[in-house]
């Protein structure tokens, strides 16, 4: 076997191994989109009839909360980044990235200090890489988060609301995250958990035809309200923590799928080269034989 057919052979044998272990990470991604996809359904409701239920609360009263009121003059706000923990996933932390940039911009451009709160590798990777200062980062359950996982982060973000801005407090809290929209669909968004945008959760009831609720407060509506903070924070973030995975496993999987095809492509390239190669040595050999039995041929005539 000539030098050139050794090398093409010894590629091929190294694609195909790498595209078994692409196809093994595109159906683990696969089986796993299920599973994500089934624990956002879960929490959704819930994270909707909580947001229904503080903005039945704030219309119905008159009370002055960080839950529901706006600042006059918004001095800091945080704002929260949902990465992966993992690579192999295409643009998704990159685009992650990207919008908690553009939103970080047009903080600052409005006058805000604005704090920066990271989940996952990715994000705490970018920004130590260029020294930038982060409040605080967890990383480690991206791919599968929990309810405490969201309660850990949320409670520094609570503590910083309820925190005067000269103290090191914020006035607002936003969050940015990939949002799942199918299967082949996912897009990074920004959206501000607090204060809540009561106008925009009305609009959405009335275009679904539905009537916020009366509440009687016991105690207070403050006293309410201050129930509801930490519920409601939690509850929208792990909202988004499962968005976020299961928009991951989607990227992953797509990203596994096309490095698949390409080894598969590169596969065939490497085959009809290697065929081709294969294809020049036999011809050389029949010429060398034809040649040495002509040679031998004309030795013989000429002895005789």
């Given amino acids: 076997m000539g030098a ?6 010894r590629r091929i044998r190294s694609v195909t191994a790498t595209k078994k272990i692409t196809k093994a990470m595109e159906m683990i991604a696969a089986s796993r989109i299920v599973k994500a996809q089934r624990k956002v359904a879960a929490s959704t409701p819930y994270a909707s009839e909580l947001t229904r239920a503080v903005t039945a609360v704030a219309t119905g009263s008159n009370t002055q909360h960080a839950l529901t009121t706006e600042v006059d003059n918004p001095a800091r706000a945080a704002v929260l980044l949902i ?3 993992r690579g192999l996933a295409g643009g998704y932390s990159s685009n992650a990235i990207k919008a908690a940039e553009t939103l970080t911009e047009r903080l600052k451009a409005e006058g805000k200090d604005v704090e920066t709160y990271i989940i996952g590798r990715k994000g705490v990777s970018y920004y130590g890489f260029r020294e930038r200062q982060v409040a605080e980062s967890w990383t480690g359950f ?12 949320a409670g520094p973000l609570i503590a910083a609301v309820q925190k ?3 103290e090191g407090g ?21 959206k501000r958990l607090l204060p809540l945008h009561l106008g925009e959760v009305e609009a959405e009831e009335s275009s679904k035809g539905e009537i916020l609720p009366l509440f009687d407060f016991e105690p207070s509506a403050e006293d309410v309200l201050d129930a509801l903070l930490p519920r409601y924070v939690e509850s929208r973030i792990y909202n988004a923590l499962l968005q976020a995975a299961a928009s991951k496993h989607a990227a992953t999987r797509r990203a596994m799928k096309s490095a698949t095809d390409n080894a598969e492509e590169l596969i065939k390239s490497l ?34």
Wanted: charged share 25%.
């Fill in 170 to 190: 914020v006035d607002e809290l936003h969050i940015v995250f990939t949002e799942f929209v199918s299967m082949m669909t996912q897009t990074a968004v920004d």
């Fill in 83 to 85: 990465t992966s923990d």
């Fill in 271 to 304: 085959s009809r080269l290697a065929n081709a190669a294969r294809q020049a040595e036999i011809t050389q050999e029949i010429s060398e034989i034809v040649g040495g039995a002509s040679a031998l041929a004309d030795a013989t005539a000429g002895s005789d």
């Fill in 4 to 9: 050139k057919l050794r090398v093409y052979k």
């Fill in 164 to 166: 005067d801005t000269a």
């Fill in 142 to 153: 991206t791919d599968s988060p929990t309810y405490a996982d969201a309660k850990a982060v």
